[in-house]
Nanobody, 121 residues
Framework: QVQVVESGGGLVQPGGSLRLSCVAS????????MNWYRQAPGKERELVAL???????TYAESVKGRFTISRDNAKNTVYLQMNSLKPEDSAVYYC???????????????WGQGTQVTVSS
């Protein structure tokens, strides 16, 4: 079994910064991909940023230049540094990981419970 836990959300003023963290633990052999999604009220969940094990990244157009995804492979942790935050960035942010476990030959996907980010003055 794999557990995924996010942290770091909160209330911040427009223009401010937050750093989200996500730790994966449990029966983990390898994590080829770690991603951040978000979901605002009344909207579909959307990909914010992804990072594959080799370090390649992809960002949603709306966050390019403001958000940065990074990983600490030794700690099975992925971060999302969010700068110049806007009210439209308010959402529940979810961590999504693709994991090889000791009992799987193909990666399985796990989600965290989400962390709320609110950007408001």
């Amino acid at each position: 079994q794999v557990q995924v836990v996010e942290s770091g959300g909160g209330l911040v003023q427009p223009g401010g910064s937050l750093r989200l963290s996500c730790v994966a633990s449990g029966d983990i052999v390898r994590i080829p991909q770690m991603n951040w999604y978000r979901q605002a009220p009344g909207k579909e969940r959307e990909l914010v940023a992804l990072m594959i094990n080799g370090g390649a990244t992809t960002y949603a157009e709306s966050v390019k230049g403001r958000f940065t995804i990074s990983r600490d492979n030794a700690k099975n942790t992925v971060y999302l540094q969010m700068n110049s935050l806007k009210p439209e960035d308010s959402a529940v942010y979810y961590c999504n990981v693709r994991v090889f476990t000791s009992s799987t030959f193909s990666p399985a996907t796990y989600w965290g419970q989400g962390t709320q980010v609110t950007v408001s003055s």
